[in-house]
């Protein structure tokens, strides 16, 4: 007994032992695929089982963390191998090979980011370590980086001299997936050799790399490429309305603290694209996906190097030259509106090439008058189909060294085809007015009609960068091509014939516009020591054509200089209506060119840094137009008159801003960045000078108070220049121009925001605005039936307000998982303006005068306030969003006296989508917009809302408990439409 007792007793422990480790968890850490094995082994051997494999196959795979209550060898071989090259063969009950799969290749992901420090400034030959796969890269110029790793976890370390090393623990590569690191490092003072590394996990550096990027030296919001990365946005107009405080319009435009048209500037990659005509979209937001896009910058104040005016706000896109890796994206998607698709569109013939924006030259002017046949000016009826967009953007990137050194290339081609119906319920606009307005009761008599749009726009970008040392050089290059051609018809029943549907009198036009947008840009980046050089130069061309033009009225035969009148197929007409056919060609052309140094030094305990530098800009505008005219008579014999008409105008500019700037930082709490940005300008020949100065204070980490003062100088557009009358499609209206003066503004800012987490922040700013001589159009009625639109120059004017942006994740609600992934977005404007200056009265008919004013307005275009709310739900490949918008009243267009102003009615949109991301690679997405079924109202104000004179007219001051906001049944409707709800259904593939 005592003999046998020894193994008695390791029997006992041995089963002792085994329920212990039945009972307990088995873990293995983060680590490489060799060291994993390793370890298996290593247990296997005590077990009397064997494991073979090749090193050399297992240093390059990164393994994540393994629990398991399995004590199972090959359980243990089966999940770790998992998901990655390798798997095992079992020879036998107790030996093992490790092998390389045979069907399958290698699975790779990539790794890409940026390093700056905590002012957002990129640090070009930072080192990136993969620690568990011995590879590095080295930043290049702008601090950015990729490279391709295998599937699995990684730790990550990045160094850069004079800054504190960081560690990041655990970061997953994915399959044919690029993971963004972004990285802010912090400086330190003490010596290399003593730095301790500091582990971190990834999601503290995405806060601190959004910080670095939104503390920027001016006023701003930035919307960074990891934020549009985790959305669902596929166009850059979807990227857009991430951003709190920004409404994007139906024609491209941008509205900004309840501010659009000429006091914002669009900008891609710095260049600003035309927008002085509303009526049509040269530039489409849809077109550019947003997997060019690095990042979107909302501009409320500037710096002197910054080389462009703006009153209010200014939105630069900035796009990608070098990928992070190779890709194909292509997309397609379908959208259904209830009230066009398959319903009834109606238009005049097209041409062959209509259909991608090209002109087959069939609209020319003919050689004679019998060429003009009735039949030319055929209304046709034809089915709407869905409207549709096709884009395929590739992304190419080859690294050329591991010290930063890369090629890339990105190319995208998009297309798409929009033919909707809007519902005109009421228009006073164009030549037909009632005695008896129209204030909204269905009852009461109406111009009332249908607008046909078809719109269909081919664009495209190709950009190329090529990053070598301590130099980058990028070409970017972006195209648009579109065709418009809306029909309007109108009729209605005229006060001075008997009404009954016999002689409804009516009305059509329509102008076929070919447009096109070509912008080139070169721009190179130099370090040499200290100092960095940089340099571009840039072409914008935007032309504009509207061809065989036609306008049909079966009342009133008043000729226009812009309205073109056509014969329609009613040849008992011929006696009484006169026929044109016209064409208008705008071409504005621009070449930018502009260059810079600075260099570091210390002064004052501060790191500063002095920037100088000069831009020019040379533009020039060619206008035409030509037109023939046709009289039919038929007494006393039948007889054509023809008369023809030209002419054409062309007008250059040139500006040349020579700028100095300085900037100081003392640590990481103060930042100042102050100069001058002087600018001439050969038409007004004066020189302006434009002082600046931001301050950027960091009282506490995540705080940043902001103030910034600027001047600005907004000039005439070289088309406010054009001296020929131009018939405004959207306003039906004739635009005049006058001589007017440049808007001069003077501007300060201040903003508080607070940084709540990865994407998480909240904001509050106020702003003031003193403009003197702000640029306006202004109504005026030059007949009774007739409305023109005169360019004038106020005194001036005062806008202040105060704005809020927030953006959180609902956790503190509830820590439910679904609560969690929600994220709450609100931005909300309000605004006050008062507007001193003159009217404009036309004298003896031929010539304009301006008479004094004081009018407690907003600026034209400006709306009180302005409220966007959104929610986003977000969980793995699913993602959905809302958002709402509702815009307040807006002074549309200034009338000759204040219950003339016409004003948009307060506006309720809501949008929608649902995205999911399958593994393969397809996204799917169902959207919906003006899903409110809301109108678009414009509306004056009746007249009796105004305190009387003693002649008994309306002044500019508001009876008691009156005000300018739409009073329905009582206030005159000048346009009322209706555009129904709109769905769409979007597939994106991308490989």
């Known amino acids: 007994m005592l003999r046998n007792f020894p193994k008695i007793l390791s029997v006992i422990f041995g089963l002792f032992f085994v329920g212990n480790v039945l009972a307990q968890t088995i873990s293995f850490p983060n680590e490489t695929m060799l060291s994993r094995i390793e370890r298996i082994a290593e247990v296997a051997k005590e077990t009397g089982k064997s494991i073979t494999y090749e090193s050399q196959f297992l240093t390059d795979i990164s393994v994540p963390p393994l629990k398991t209550t399995s004590v199972d060898i090959e359980t243990w071989l089966r999940l770790s191998l998992g998901n990655t090259p390798l798997t095992y063969r079992k020879i036998n009950a107790t030996r093992f090979v490790i092998v390389r799969r045979t069907e399958e290749k290698p699975a790779y992901g990539n790794l890409a980011g940026k390093i700056t420090d905590t002012f957002g400034v990129p640090l070009a030959g930072a080192t990136i370590e993969v620690k568990n796969a011995q590879k590095g890269r080295m930043t290049g110029l702008n601090g950015d980086y990729a490279m391709p790793l295998s599937t699995g976890v990684f730790d990550i370390e990045i160094r850069f001299l004079g800054y504190e090393p960081i560690e990041i623990k655990s970061v997953k590569i994915n399959t044919k997936q690029t993971t963004r690191l972004d990285v802010a490092l912090k400086e330190t003072n003490v010596s290399l050799n003593e730095i301790v590394v500091t582990q971190i996990p990834p999601e503290n550096t995405i806060i601190g790399a959004l910080r670095a990027q939104?503390?920027?030296?001016?006023?701003?919001?930035?919307?960074?490429?990891?934020?549009?990365?985790?959305?669902?946005?596929?166009?850059?107009?979807?990227?857009?309305?991430?951003?709190?405080?920004?409404?994007?319009?139906?024609?491209?435009?941008?509205?900004?603290?309840?501010?659009?048209?000429?006091?914002?500037?669009?900008?891609?990659?710095?260049?600003?694209?035309?927008?002085y005509d509303p009526a049509y979209n040269i530039f489409s937001f849809d077109l550019l996906p947003v997997s060019l896009v690095d990042n979107i910058r909302l501009l409320k104040s500037a710096t002197p190097d910054i080389p462009t005016s703006f009153g209010s706000a200014m939105t630069d896109i900035v796009t990608?030259?070098?990928?992070?890796?190779?890709?194909?994206?292509?997309?397609?998607?379908?959208q259904q509106n209830p009230q066009s698709t398959f319903q009834n569109q109606r238009g005049r013939k097209y041409g062959k090439w209509d259909f991608i924006g090209l002109d087959d030259h069939s609209r020319e002017i003919p050689e004679n008058a019998t060429e003009i046949p009735a039949e030319h000016f055929r209304i046709y009826d034809r089915k709407t189909p869905p409207s549709q967009q096709y884009s395929v953007t590739i992304g190419r990137t080859r690294t050329l060294s591991d010290n930063g050194n890369r090629f890339g290339l990105l190319f995208s081609l998009s297309y798409q085809n929009t033919q909707r119906q809007s519902i005109i319920e009421h228009t006073q606009r164009g030549r037909w007015k009632s005695i008896v307005q129209y204030t909204g009761n269905m009852s009461e008599s109406r111009n009332a009609g249908h607008t046909y749009g078809y719109n269909a726009v081919t664009g495209g970008m190709l950009n190329v960068g090529w990053q070598f040392a301590k130099n980058r050089i990028s070409l970017r290059n972006i195209f648009t091509r579109s065709f418009d051609n809306d029909l309007t018809e109108i009729s209605q029943h005229l006060e001075d014939i008997p009404e009954n549907d016999e002689n409804l009198s009516r009305q059509f036009f329509n102008y076929?516009?070919?447009?096109?947008?070509?912008?080139?840009?070169?721009?190179?980046?130099?370090?040499?020591?200290?100092?960095?050089l940089q340099w571009n130069a840039s072409h914008t061309l935007v032309q504009r054509e509207r061809k065989d033009a036609a306008f049909s009225e079966m009342y009133k035969p008043l000729r226009d200089d812009s309205l073109l009148y056509f014969l329609h197929n009613n040849p008992q007409l011929k006696d009484i209506y006169p026929a044109s056919s016209g064409r208008y060609r705008n071409r504005e052309q621009s070449f930018r060119m502009g260059a810079s140094v600075s260099f570091p030094f210390?002064?004052?305990?501060?790191?500063?840094?002095?920037?100088?530098?000069?831009?020019?800009?040379?533009?020039?505008?060619?206008?035409?137009?030509?037109?023939?005219?046709?009289?039919?008579?038929?007494?006393?014999?039948?007889?054509?008159?023809?008369?023809?008409?030209?002419?054409?105008?062309?007008?250059?500019?040139?500006?040349?801003?020579?700028?100095?700037?300085l900037e100081h930082r003392w640590s990481e709490k103060l930042r100042v960045i102050w100069g001058v940005r002087a600018n001439y300008e050969n038409i007004v020949r004066k020189w302006e000078f434009m002082p600046s100065a931001n301050v950027t204070f960091t009282p506490i980490r995540d705080l940043n108070v902001r103030l910034g003062y600027q001047r600005s100088v907004i000039h005439p557009q070289l088309a406010d220049y054009v001296p020929f009358p131009v018939y405004d499609t959207y306003?039906?209206?004739?635009?005049?121009?006058?001589?007017?003066?440049?808007?001069?503004?003077?501007?300060?800012?201040?903003?508080?925001?607070?940084?709540?987490?990865?994407?998480?922040?909240?904001?509050?700013?106020?702003?003031?605005?003193?403009?003197?001589?702000?640029?306006?159009?202004?109504?005026?009625?030059?007949?009774?039936?007739?409305?023109?639109y005169v360019l004038q120059n106020s005194d001036k004017a005062v806008n202040y307000g105060i704005e809020a942006n927030a953006r959180k994740q609902l956790d503190f609600i509830a820590d439910a998982v679904f609560i969690r992934n929600i994220q709450f977005s609100a931005g909300y404007t309000l605004t006050r303006s008062s507007v001193y200056g003159k009217r404009m009265e036309m004298r003896d008919k031929d010539e304009f005068i301006e008479t004094e004013s004081i009018q407690k307005r907003p600026l034209s275009g400006q709306m009180p306030y302005l409220l966007n709310i959104g929610l986003n739900y977000s969980v793995k490949n699913l993602n959905a969003n809302v958002i709402f918008n509702r815009s307040s009243r807006q002074l549309f267009v200034l009338g000759e006296n204040a219950h003339g102003h016409e004003y948009r009615a307060p506006f309720n949109s809501l949008e929608t989508a649902i995205s999911y991301r399958l593994k393969n690679g397809i996204s799917l997405k169902l959207s919906g917009i003006n899903l409110l079924n809301a109108n678009e109202i414009f509306y004056t104000n009746t007249p009796d809302d105004y305190v009387r004179d003693e002649y008994n007219f309306p002044t500019e001051n508001l009876l008691p408990h009156k005000s300018e906001n739409y009073d329905e049944g009582r206030d005159p409707v000048i346009h009322k439409t209706y555009d129904e709800r709109a769905f769409s259904f979007s597939v994106n593939l991308t490989f």
């Not at 076929?512 to 370090?527: E, I, M, V």
């Not at 501060?606 to 030509?626: Q, V």
């Open 731 to 788: 306003l039906l209206g004739t635009s005049v121009n006058r001589p007017i003066r440049s808007s001069s503004v003077q501007s300060v800012d201040f903003q508080i925001e607070k940084q709540l987490g990865a994407f998480d922040f909240i904001s509050v700013g106020l702003f003031y605005r003193h403009i003197k001589h702000p640029i306006e159009r202004t109504t005026y009625e030059y007949r009774q039936d007739e409305r023109m």
């Open 320 to 334: 990608k030259d070098i990928p992070e890796r190779n890709f194909v994206q292509l997309k397609a998607e379908l």
């Open 214 to 275: 939104r503390n920027t030296p001016y006023v701003s919001a930035v919307l960074a490429a990891q934020e549009i990365e985790r959305s669902a946005a596929n166009t850059v107009r979807d990227a857009l309305q991430l951003i709190p405080g920004i409404v994007t319009t139906e024609n491209n435009g941008i509205i900004v603290r309840g501010a659009g048209g000429r006091w914002n500037e669009i900008a891609i990659d710095g260049i600003p694209i035309s927008n």
């Open 602 to 661: 210390h002064w004052a305990n501060s790191a500063s840094k002095f920037t100088a530098g000069y831009n020019a800009n040379y533009k020039r505008i060619r206008y035409g137009f030509s037109e023939l005219i046709l009289q039919y008579k038929n007494t006393p014999a039948p007889e054509i008159y023809r008369t023809f008409e030209q002419d054409n105008f062309e007008k250059t500019m040139m500006d040349h801003f020579p700028f100095a700037m």
């Open 512 to 532: 076929p516009t070919f447009s096109g947008l070509l912008q080139n840009k070169l721009d190179g980046q130099h370090l040499i020591g200290n100092v960095s």
